[in-house]
């Protein structure tokens, strides 16, 4: 059975920063892509961040470039993502996912989500 779990998430105010963790479990985790994802109330969920199995590749969308950073620890089985400079419009539910294929930040290619954990950035 597949478990993605994050944890990590809170409130902050703008200007902090948080940093995101997912654990997972009942996949070769160092053979999957993965990504992070985002979905602030009445918005559609959004691509934030991939990165390819070895770690060496990593994508994100325009709105965090320069400010969240996605790594992982193929020995921990565990995914990351760093948020700096955190916004009010970061506001949302994050949540990881893993991908059997190369990296992407298009939700819909992806095989196994976990079940978010809310960032609140008050401004």
């Known amino acids: 059975q597949v478990q993605l779990v994050e944890s990590g998430g809170g409130s902050v105010q703008a200007g902090g920063s948080l940093r995101l963790s997912c654990a997972a479990s009942g996949i070769a985790f160092s053979y999957w892509s993965m990504g992070w994802f985002r979905q602030a109330p009445g918005k559609e969920r959004e691509g934030v961040a991939t990165i390819s199995p070895g770690g060496g590749i990593t994508d994100y969308a325009d709105s965090v470039k320069g400010r969240f950073t996605i790594s992982r620890d193929n020995a921990k089985n565990t995914l990351y993502l760093q948020m700096t400079s955190l916004k009010f419009e970061d506001t949302a539910v994050y949540y990881c996912?893993?991908?059997?294929?190369?990296?992407?930040?298009?939700?819909?290619?992806?095989?196994?989500w976990g079940q978010g954990t809310q960032v609140t950035v008050s401004s």
């Open positions: 996912a893993a991908r059997g294929g190369g990296y992407s930040l298009i939700s819909a290619t992806y095989n196994y």
